[in-house]
């Protein structure tokens, strides 16, 4: 490997970084100016998203009985969705049809009502 | 009998070059380094026992020829361009833009940062690589492991591994390197400049960027289509919330296969007559000069922008936008901390650090166009 | 492009049609006797398939503190198992859009609306 | 400099002509349509992202040759006939035959929706295309995207992106098309009649089924086995408990990977010069009619067979023999509970619709056969 | 009318021969027994419905030339060595090798068993097969169907179908085999001695194990260089936490669309020809051979090394070594159970299981690099 | 095809028999001695591993009504994170070695850091 500024010149190398440097400038510019027209255009109305906090609290939470329960049937509904994934484990977990008795039933059913997406 | 010497003349020991054995110690390196360091563990352990595999001496009728090569195979998906776009795509269906479409001028501190792979492009050069081994070897300043594949594939296939190994490596030393150059750059003052809390940004808006986003980058540079497509292809999928479920297997099962059989084939094609040369050395020393000249250029560009601005930008965020995605982000939160306990500014930092990945596969795109055969 | 009968003569599209209808008629007569000898061969006699319904009321469910536990003991064991990275991937169960437990319903829903691949 | 300017005349604006243009505002409509109106998203947003993609004018030292480019790489799946039979495969495991296997008469339901199939064939021909190319728009009327886009890519590659376009926009105008013509073709009476409940289908039935029902329909129609292979397959790993992670998989990650390829290759490789045509204008035509055709066939086959069957049909399930899963059978539940609230005919209306699966699988084995080259 | 002719004549019915009906009912059987006896169905169920697939009679227009063909694409990853050494890749980010690290010694009974392969490979000889044949017919007796179907695609692709169906077949029937064999040999005494319990195994083992396995069994053998390349990046995957979402997808997507692509395209390209020969009689003859061989060599080499050790080891667990895993190790828990209830085998077993893997895995790169051409 | 003795002197199949058992033992011995040496280079402070039972018992849990609100809101916290879609991308919940729900927050720590593939 030879050193030398002449590798530069006959490189052009100059010339593309100019030209690199200005196309990626006026790329990005040219986004930024598109964003902004963007949330211009865009109806200003924003329906604030819920934002949920990423470890939530027990004690702030303090969920009702009735949520617990909602709970209780989410966990179900999971259960009997995941439960494919349950059975896609290993061999022997497959030939074991351990888990929770309730969701025992959910396990095929969930899965011959899986939506026809045919 | 003559069975038996035949066979032991084809085992391993025979044959065995001290390239062999530094290539593999550089191959358990770069595991440990993922492992202990978590040093970009997704991509640097699968290259590091690819690199083991790959440099087992084999005898000619085992090694056979490359077509059938299970190896050389599973290379085609990157010699090809396949892997890096659709890896692209997945995290394009990962990439959270709302942070950049919330304050806009931030990316241009993202351009800014793109410095660095010219610089080193030219400094490349100097020290005497072809002008598209150089382009190449600049990209590594992209921070950005799939476009650095991808353009490398395209420009320098024989310097490939070793500038992906760069990429990926000084990827996870941003947190070693960046902060001096940061601290070297900013007064305290500006470090403890707070920025106003961003917009919220509308559902509509993050539907209609990807689409905008990439209609401008590929008319402005056209190089850069296949990994824009990707990327805000990707992006709309996830946004998109009807395809939900394909932006959900894009980011899992999808970029997690391409990405095994990436880092595995791309480590195994990395031998000794590529990676033991001045070049790599060459190459490395190059990617450490390009990480330290885009941080100094977000850096210095933003002070820069500051003298036009009424509502100050904090200088340490133009450090992101070497892309890195999240680290440099992070490290421009944890040095700011440092300045300002109470100054979170890894939101802001988003914003430059994701338009660092626009802006890499933009500056790829024109080093293909002018400097691919 | 030019219009005419000729091309239909020409392209034998009333054989085609003829053969077409004529074929797939056949095949799915045959179809549909073969199904009915099914049903007869196999054992008449069928063990009722308990029916999991598809929404879980909350009220319905009514849950007693004992069931609330084993909901409990069952989350600590998916969890335990998911942190055992065992989990296998279940798209459909992400592919819900909604932020709040009380869709978990929804999900069901969304599974079946998921729109097509066909 | 020069180099500059050589770069100016390789943007997308240089070369940038209205045909691209409508082409882009093309994808535009169909993400939109896709997002807004939830028309198959699944497909029309990959395939309306695909189209902008395809139809960014590139210079030609860019675009290169066909070989070695990701957009022509990723369409191979499509061109070779791999990505959509391995799609229906993921399809059957989908699929459940219960209702169809609980009430087998209205399988030929199915079969007479697919009149649809050939009418349009002879309209395609009476305006002018090929015998080939008039099998493959005919097949639009089988309202089934990867049957649709199999034969496509046997017959008439030139046209495949058309016919995919207007095979998915019907099936997503299912809602909007059938309707009249349902209530046109019935009596308010018919439209009343109940329907008796199914029986159960014991497991034994559904794991035989596949088995069976691949072997009838390939003897009768060879031209029909990849698909049905595929399908039935499918189907099979779902009913055998004991494959169930491959079923799994069938249809969650694997069909989302093929989605994506599939829907993004096959809208990047529509260019204006296929697309922009007298051509297309006749497929969407004839796709329109085909729809129409095949829901009023198969009404009138319902009411047909209600002259001989003492347990009368609702004539309104014979619409959903289009398939258009599960499309149809929605739209046939919702009609008939216009005339009866309480009259819920999805779950009869389901058994029509997968036979229409099947029937135009069957077609388009009939079709790949006689006008196959 | 002509074309209905055409049509009937290019049925199925026609040119269906007698092998062809043998065929699928010999895929019915393996689909039955998939489900029914639970005889690896991930892998006997979609060979069974490739066969009969694969055998229904196509007329040549249809057929067509192999190119294009849908399922000879798809059976190009098994044709190039594709599939099998990824599908390892999966096994290995399953595998626990951690009983096997806490007793070393056991390792050597994986070791013993292999002897069933040579002894088979020998016979085969014997009645006829050429030395390549014989290899690949030998490789049964590694009871582990990635290995077979790798190291067959190499020596003898003629042979893959009755192989890889030998090998499930055989693989599953092990509980069935092994019991005489292992009662046989040892004496009530023996399959009472109860063993002590293993050490645990810390993390850092478990991590540094797979590269210095890979590197010592590449460098014995370099032939097994592909397939413990795979087997132990895998594992590797899985025990450096770091990678764990890779080793989960590896070890669930994409090892379940490999096994439906690998075992559909086997079943699908394994044709009466092939198959219904003397040849095959003759490998089935081998196969059951092979497992009995290697299950009394594992036994009788524990009973030796009990001669040299005063720790005894339960000669049963010596019969674990043909790998199968894990049916053989559960024979070998349940054959223990039975001399000594409360005597628990299992853990101890999959010691020599595993081992067996990597047994066999040596053995197939020492015959890929004796026998290959 | 033609049996015979000679076929196996002809194929040489004692001598590959001899070297394929050879290699296989020596390799296989090999190992077994690395393995031996591993166990005695490495730290030998075990640190016991928590084993959590695959379908924990609900009568052995007895998780307060705290536990169980806990419970409630890690069910919540992971709904919503799946309903975003966000958390897919996140290796952390499959990575996450502890079995117990109290690290559910442990859980967002992890997800910071979590690699990227970009
Ligand atoms: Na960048
Ligand atoms: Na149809
Ligand atoms: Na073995």
Redesign the interface.
């Known amino acids: 490997?030879?050193?030398?500024?002449h590798?530069?010149i006959d490189?052009?190398?100059?010339?593309?970084?100019?030209?690199?440097?200005?196309?990626?400038?006026?790329?990005?510019?040219?986004?930024?100016?598109?964003?902004?027209l963007?949330?211009s255009l865009?109806?200003k109305k924003?329906r604030?998203?819920?934002r949920?906090s990423?470890?939530?609290?027990?004690v702030e939470?303090?969920?009702s009985t009735?949520?617990?329960?909602?709970?209780?049937?989410?966990?179900?509904?999971?259960?009997?969705?995941?439960s494919?994934?349950?059975?896609?484990?290993?061999?022997?977990?497959?030939?074991s049809r351990?888990?929770?008795i309730?969701t025992s039933?959910?396990k095929?059913?969930?899965?011959?009502?899986?939506?026809?997406?045919? | 009998m003559e069975l038996l010497i035949k066979f032991l003349l084809s085992t391993g020991f025979v044959g065995m070059s001290w390239q062999n054995l530094v290539m593999i110690l550089f191959g358990v390196l770069f595991i440990y380094l993922a492992i202990k360091k978590n040093f970009e563990p997704l991509l640097l352990l699968p290259i590091g026992f690819g690199l083991i595999v790959g440099n087992i001496p084999l005898p000619a009728e085992i090694a056979g020829s490359e077509e059938g090569n299970f190896f050389y195979n599973i290379y085609q998906g990157v010699s090809q361009g396949i892997y890096p776009p659709l890896i692209f795509l997945g995290v394009g269906a990962m990439t959270d833009f709302s942070s950049?479409?919330s304050n806009?001028?931030l990316?241009?501190l993202?351009?800014a940062a793109?410095?660095g792979?010219?610089?080193t492009?030219?400094g490349a050069?100097?020290?005497?690589?072809?002008?598209a081994q150089?382009?190449a070897i600049g990209i590594i300043g992209g921070a950005d492991g799939p476009t650095a594949i991808f353009l490398a594939s395209k420009l320098a296939p024989e310097l490939l591994g070793s500038i992906a190994i760069a990429a990926y490596s000084y990827m996870s030393l941003v947190p070693v390197i960046q902060p001096p150059i940061m601290r070297l750059l900013t007064t305290k003052e500006e470090r403890r400049i707070r920025m106003q809390v961003s917009?919220?940004?509308?559902k509509?808006?993050k539907i209609?960027?990807p689409i905008?986003?990439f209609l401008?980058?590929t008319m402005?540079?056209p190089g850069s289509m296949v990994l824009m497509g990707c990327l805000f292809f990707g992006n709309l999928l996830k946004e998109a919330v009807v395809t939900e479920r394909l932006a959900n297997t894009a980011r899992n099962a999808m970029i997690d296969i391409l990405t095994i059989l990436l880092g595995f084939s791309v480590g195994a094609h990395t031998l000794a007559e590529n990676f033991l040369t001045?070049?790599s050395i060459?190459i490395f020393v190059m990617g450490a000069a390009a990480f330290a000249c885009a941080t100094a250029a977000g850096v210095l560009f933003a002070k820069f922008m500051n003298l036009f601005l009424k509502q100050k930008i904090n200088p340490l965020v133009g450090a992101a936008g070497v892309s890195a995605v999240p680290n440099a982000a992070r490290v421009c939160n944890k040095v700011g901390l440092e300045a300002d306990p109470g100054n979170y500014l890894l939101m802001h930092a988003m914003a430059p650090n994701v338009?660092g990945v626009?802006?890499s596969a933009?500056?790829a795109g024109?080093?293909l166009t002018?400097?691919g055969s």
Chains 1, 3, 6 share one sequence.
Request: glycine letters at 10%; proline letters at 5%.
């Open positions: 490997m030879n050193f030398g500024f590798n530069i490189g052009n190398g100059f010339g593309v970084m100019l030209t690199g440097m200005l196309i990626v400038f006026v790329g990005l510019v040219f986004l930024s100016c598109i964003i902004m963007l949330s865009v109806d924003k604030p998203r819920r949920l990423q470890n939530p609290d027990p939470l303090k969920p009735a949520e617990i329960i909602a709970v209780a049937s989410l966990v179900i509904h999971m259960e009997s969705e995941r494919l994934g349950e059975l896609a484990q290993t061999p022997i977990q497959r030939q351990h888990g929770s309730w039933v959910g095929m059913h969930s899965l011959s009502e899986g939506g026809s997406h045919a | 950049m479409l806009p001028k990316v241009l993202g351009a793109q410095f792979i010219f610089l492009l030219i050069l100097f020290i005497g690589f072809t002008p150089a382009g917009r919220q940004v509308s509509k808006e209609i960027f905008v986003a401008v980058c402005i540079a001045w070049q060459g338009a626009v802006g933009i500056a024109v080093l002018i400097l």
